[in-house]
Protein backbone atom coordinates (compact mmCIF):
# COMPACT_ATOMS: atom_id res chain seq x y z
CA UNK A 1 0.00 0.00 0.00
CA UNK A 2 2.71 2.15 1.30
CA UNK A 3 4.69 1.65 -2.10
CA UNK A 4 2.15 2.02 -4.22
CA UNK A 5 1.21 5.93 -2.76
CA UNK A 6 4.45 6.46 -2.86
CA UNK A 7 4.75 5.52 -6.98
CA UNK A 8 1.08 7.74 -7.14
CA UNK A 9 2.70 10.57 -5.83
CA UNK A 10 6.17 10.47 -8.18
CA UNK A 11 3.83 10.27 -11.39
CA UNK A 12 1.63 13.54 -10.08
CA UNK A 13 4.74 15.25 -9.10
CA UNK A 14 5.90 14.22 -13.08
CA UNK A 15 2.42 15.05 -14.49
CA UNK A 16 2.64 18.56 -12.41
CA UNK A 17 6.31 19.50 -13.63
CA UNK A 18 5.22 19.22 -17.67
CA UNK A 19 2.06 20.93 -16.30
CA UNK A 20 0.82 24.63 -16.83
CA UNK A 21 1.32 24.18 -12.85
CA UNK A 22 4.76 25.27 -12.91
CA UNK A 23 3.94 28.28 -14.97
CA UNK A 24 1.00 29.69 -12.91
CA UNK A 25 3.38 29.86 -10.16
CA UNK A 26 5.67 32.37 -12.43
CA UNK A 27 4.51 36.25 -11.64
CA UNK A 28 2.87 38.12 -14.40
CA UNK A 29 5.19 40.55 -16.07
CA UNK A 30 4.99 44.17 -14.37
CA UNK A 31 2.39 46.12 -16.74
CA UNK A 32 4.78 49.54 -17.38
CA UNK A 33 2.32 51.52 -15.64
CA UNK A 34 3.18 49.43 -12.53
CA UNK A 35 6.90 49.68 -13.40
CA UNK A 36 6.32 53.61 -13.38
CA UNK A 37 4.67 53.96 -10.08
CA UNK A 38 1.49 54.52 -10.87
CA UNK A 39 -0.43 57.37 -11.49
CA UNK A 40 1.03 60.53 -9.54
CA UNK A 41 4.71 59.50 -11.02
CA UNK A 42 2.67 59.63 -14.38
CA UNK A 43 0.92 62.92 -13.95
CA UNK A 44 4.57 64.33 -12.06
CA UNK A 45 6.12 63.67 -15.52
CA UNK A 46 3.15 64.88 -18.00
CA UNK A 47 2.62 68.14 -15.79
CA UNK A 48 6.15 69.15 -16.22
CA UNK A 49 5.96 67.94 -19.85
CA UNK A 50 3.16 70.16 -20.48
CA UNK A 51 4.49 73.56 -18.89
CA UNK A 52 7.19 72.87 -20.90
CA UNK A 53 5.58 72.25 -24.36
CA UNK A 54 3.49 75.60 -23.34
CA UNK A 55 6.52 77.74 -23.10
CA UNK A 56 8.30 76.25 -25.83
CA UNK A 57 8.73 78.77 -28.97
CA UNK A 58 9.14 76.57 -31.89
CA UNK A 59 5.77 75.28 -31.17
CA UNK A 60 4.48 79.03 -29.78
CA UNK A 61 5.78 80.68 -33.47
CA UNK A 62 3.17 78.05 -34.84
CA UNK A 63 0.00 80.17 -35.02
CA UNK A 64 -1.96 77.17 -34.87
CA UNK A 65 -0.77 75.54 -31.76
CA UNK A 66 -0.70 78.95 -30.23
CA UNK A 67 -4.15 79.89 -30.71
CA UNK A 68 -5.02 76.47 -29.05
CA UNK A 69 -2.79 76.35 -26.45
CA UNK A 70 -4.09 79.87 -25.50
CA UNK A 71 -7.92 78.92 -25.77
CA UNK A 72 -7.22 74.82 -24.10
CA UNK A 73 -7.24 75.00 -20.29
CA UNK A 74 -3.40 73.76 -19.14
CA UNK A 75 -4.95 71.98 -16.39
CA UNK A 76 -7.53 69.61 -18.56
CA UNK A 77 -5.12 69.11 -21.15
CA UNK A 78 -2.76 67.37 -18.19
CA UNK A 79 -5.67 65.51 -17.45
CA UNK A 80 -6.49 63.94 -20.86
CA UNK A 81 -3.01 63.10 -21.52
CA UNK A 82 -1.94 61.41 -18.12
CA UNK A 83 -5.05 59.47 -18.80
CA UNK A 84 -4.59 58.64 -22.04
CA UNK A 85 -0.74 57.09 -20.80
CA UNK A 86 -2.15 55.82 -17.62
CA UNK A 87 -4.15 53.29 -20.33
CA UNK A 88 -2.14 53.03 -23.02
CA UNK A 89 0.51 51.66 -20.01
CA UNK A 90 -1.58 49.06 -18.83
CA UNK A 91 -3.59 50.87 -15.73
CA UNK A 92 -6.76 50.98 -15.04
CA UNK A 93 -7.75 54.50 -16.18
CA UNK A 94 -10.24 55.05 -18.74
CA UNK A 95 -9.36 57.88 -21.24
CA UNK A 96 -12.24 59.96 -22.62
CA UNK A 97 -10.42 62.79 -25.05
CA UNK A 98 -10.79 62.44 -28.13
CA UNK A 99 -8.89 60.55 -30.43
CA UNK A 100 -5.05 62.21 -31.90
CA UNK A 101 -6.31 62.64 -35.44
CA UNK A 102 -9.10 64.41 -34.97
CA UNK A 103 -7.62 66.53 -31.87
CA UNK A 104 -4.65 67.24 -33.65
CA UNK A 105 -6.30 68.20 -37.23
CA UNK A 106 -6.19 71.67 -37.47
CA UNK A 107 -2.95 72.39 -35.89
CA UNK A 108 -0.47 72.04 -38.83
CA UNK A 109 1.95 70.08 -36.91
CA UNK A 110 5.19 69.34 -38.75
CA UNK A 111 8.30 67.08 -38.24
CA UNK A 112 10.35 69.61 -36.38
CA UNK A 113 7.65 70.76 -34.10
CA UNK A 114 7.26 67.05 -33.52
CA UNK A 115 11.38 66.38 -32.47
CA UNK A 116 10.76 69.54 -30.35
CA UNK A 117 8.08 67.71 -28.33
CA UNK A 118 9.95 64.67 -28.55
CA UNK A 119 13.36 66.36 -26.68
CA UNK A 120 11.24 68.47 -24.21
CA UNK A 121 9.73 64.61 -23.17
CA UNK A 122 12.82 62.92 -23.03
CA UNK A 123 13.88 66.19 -20.70
CA UNK A 124 11.01 65.58 -18.50
CA UNK A 125 11.56 61.67 -18.46
CA UNK A 126 15.01 62.37 -17.29
CA UNK A 127 14.31 65.08 -14.41
CA UNK A 128 11.79 62.18 -12.90
CA UNK A 129 14.76 59.91 -13.81
CA UNK A 130 12.41 57.35 -15.36
CA UNK A 131 14.80 54.23 -16.63
CA UNK A 132 16.06 53.94 -19.67
CA UNK A 133 14.20 50.86 -20.53
CA UNK A 134 10.71 52.09 -19.74
CA UNK A 135 11.92 56.05 -21.73
CA UNK A 136 12.11 53.71 -25.11
CA UNK A 137 8.54 51.87 -23.87
CA UNK A 138 7.24 55.62 -23.53
CA UNK A 139 8.74 56.95 -26.80
CA UNK A 140 7.66 53.97 -28.55
CA UNK A 141 3.53 54.64 -27.42
CA UNK A 142 4.12 58.27 -28.31
CA UNK A 143 5.72 57.27 -31.70
CA UNK A 144 2.44 55.09 -32.27
CA UNK A 145 0.14 58.26 -32.16
CA UNK A 146 3.16 60.60 -35.13
CA UNK A 147 1.39 59.21 -38.29
CA UNK A 148 -2.17 60.83 -36.69
CA UNK A 149 -0.35 64.32 -35.36
CA UNK A 150 2.17 65.00 -37.48
CA UNK A 151 0.18 66.42 -40.67
CA UNK A 152 2.59 68.32 -42.99
C1 LIG B 1 4.19 68.38 -31.50
C2 LIG B 1 3.35 67.59 -30.88
C3 LIG B 1 2.07 68.04 -30.21
C4 LIG B 1 1.54 69.30 -30.06
C5 LIG B 1 2.10 70.62 -30.55
C6 LIG B 1 0.27 69.14 -29.36
C7 LIG B 1 -0.58 70.18 -29.02
C8 LIG B 1 -1.87 70.01 -28.59
C9 LIG B 1 -2.84 71.06 -28.43
C10 LIG B 1 -2.59 72.55 -28.70
C11 LIG B 1 -4.00 70.49 -28.03
C12 LIG B 1 -5.36 71.18 -27.77
C13 LIG B 1 -6.14 71.10 -29.05
C14 LIG B 1 -7.55 71.63 -28.94
O1 LIG B 1 -8.28 71.29 -27.99
O2 LIG B 1 -7.96 72.37 -29.84
C15 LIG B 1 -3.75 69.07 -27.88
C16 LIG B 1 -4.66 68.13 -27.44
C17 LIG B 1 -4.31 66.87 -27.00
N1 LIG B 1 -3.12 66.25 -27.21
FE1 LIG B 1 -1.54 67.03 -28.19
N2 LIG B 1 0.08 67.82 -29.08
C18 LIG B 1 1.16 67.12 -29.56
C19 LIG B 1 1.37 65.75 -29.43
C20 LIG B 1 0.63 64.94 -28.64
C21 LIG B 1 0.97 63.58 -28.30
C22 LIG B 1 2.22 62.85 -28.77
C23 LIG B 1 -0.02 63.12 -27.48
C24 LIG B 1 -0.17 61.78 -26.80
C25 LIG B 1 0.46 60.70 -27.12
C26 LIG B 1 -0.99 64.17 -27.34
C27 LIG B 1 -2.15 64.07 -26.61
C28 LIG B 1 -3.16 65.02 -26.62
C29 LIG B 1 -4.45 64.84 -25.97
C30 LIG B 1 -4.88 63.63 -25.16
C31 LIG B 1 -5.19 65.99 -26.22
C32 LIG B 1 -6.60 66.32 -25.72
C33 LIG B 1 -7.64 65.78 -26.67
C34 LIG B 1 -9.02 66.33 -26.34
O3 LIG B 1 -9.13 67.53 -26.10
O4 LIG B 1 -9.99 65.56 -26.32
N3 LIG B 1 -0.56 65.25 -28.05
N4 LIG B 1 -2.45 68.81 -28.23
Known sequence: MKKSLTLASAMLLLVLRGSNFAHAAEPAPRSL?????GAYPIAAVVDDFIESLQLNETLNANPAIKAARTRVPAAGLKFHVTTLVCQATGGPCKYV???????HARLNISEKEWQVMLAEFRKSLDKFKVPAAEQRELVEIVNGTKKDIVTR
Open 33 to 37: YDRLG
Open 97 to 103: GRDMKTS
